[in-house]
């Protein structure tokens, strides 16, 4: 793992600022009583304060894996750091600035500041996910030493981007704000988190997640923190590896985080399919949960295949005795080739 100091500042310093912010967030939810849509008025800034901490930290570590011998990519990736820290500091701020207005951020038309304070947090997030989209292209011509690390950064980078993108489903006009708009009735609102309920319906505890229908916040959640969740893999294989034979061979430690990248990525097809019919998540109906149990078969065979597969002509990796390209520790995680 590459030292903190190394890594990109900008995103560093606005994820603390946001740690910052979710405090504050956890105040207003503790003293101010508001509730909007069915959910303490708190509630948004604290979840995307928290989210982007986690977003931003996976993000600048990542930007630090460009090596020094490469300066041009890696004073771009700065710039891309820098712009979503940035853009996401902006939409911050419009959140939290809503919120104090007593209204809601986002799908928001009742008033022409409303519209505008919408429509400016919506090319925020188009700059931020172009920046992010910057840095996952420069990271796939990173050269890491251990290729378990590469694998997690390019595949979780692709899972990121589509998660996000995957939140300008929530800006289209439902069935029934199109049925209206085409009836010559003014919308006040124009998009939607739940599919097949009104927005502010029962939800999960904290997520405010419907349990009554679809919500595309699952899948647009789930995707982008796949940007920590499969370096935190590698970073897990890597501690195990010392006490686990098998896991000091470079080859299995790249199939499991391919296997896990697969699995991910078919989790997140599910949980996309699964809120566009409009079906909640604590609700799954059989042909979900056959779906359900075909990724989770596929995701164990993929695990046996990774740890006891081998191509023709190799050997085991013995106890004490892994060849020595891969070999890997925790700290070996991140470092550039010379």
């Known amino acids: 793992m590459s030292s903190w100091r190394t890594w990109h500042r900008p995103l560093v310093v606005f994820a603390l600022v946001m740690a910052l912010w979710a405090v504050g967030s956890a105040v207003g939810l503790a003293v101010d009583d508001r509730v909007l849509t069915g959910a303490p008025i708190w509630a948004k800034p604290f979840k995307f304060s928290i989210s982007f901490v986690a977003y931003c930290l996976a993000l600048a570590w990542m930007i630090s894996l460009l090596g020094e011998d490469r300066p041009r990519l890696r004073r771009t990736a700065w710039w891309a750091g820098t712009t979503v820290a940035v853009a996401s500091a902006v939409e ?195 042909a979900t949960l056959g779906a359900d149990a075909a990724v989770l078969a596929g995701g164990v065979l993929g695990v046996l295949v990774a740890l006891f597969g081998r191509r023709r002509g190799t050997a085991p990796v013995e106890e004490g005795h892994g060849h020595a390209g891969g070999e890997v520790v925790a700290g070996d995680l991140g470092a550039h080739r010379q």
């Not at 699952?218 to 499969?230: E, K, R, T, V, W």
């Not at 997140?268 to 019919?277: D, E, F, K, V």
């Open 92 to 286: 911050m701020v419009l959140i939290t600035l809503q919120v104090l207005r007593g209204v809601r951020s986002h799908f928001n038309s009742a008033t022409p500041f409303d519209t505008q304070v919408y429509s400016l947090m919506g090319n925020t997030v188009v700059v931020l996910w172009l920046g992010t989209l910057v840095v996952a292209a420069l990271l796939w011509r990173a050269r890491t030493a251990d290729r378990a690390t590469a694998w997690s950064i390019r595949i979780s980078t692709v899972l990121a981007l589509t998660g996000a993108g995957l939140g300008f489903l929530m800006s289209l006009p439902t069935p029934e704000q199109q049925r209206r708009e085409a009836a010559g009735v003014r919308l006040l609102e124009s998009g939607a988190h739940s599919v097949g309920v009104p927005d502010g319906g029962p939800g999960m505890f904290l997520t405010g997640w419907s349990t009554t229908g679809g919500d595309l916040r699952i899948p647009h959640f789930f995707g982008m923190h796949a940007l920590q969740l499969l370096p935190l893999l590698v970073l897990a294989l890597a501690a195990l590896a010392p006490h686990h034979a098998r896991l000091r061979d470079e080859r299995v430690r790249v199939r499991l985080v391919l296997t896990a990248g697969a699995v991910y990525a078919g989790v997140l097809a599910l949980l996309t399919w699964q809120a566009l019919r409009g079906q909640s998540l604590v609700r799954p109906d059989g």
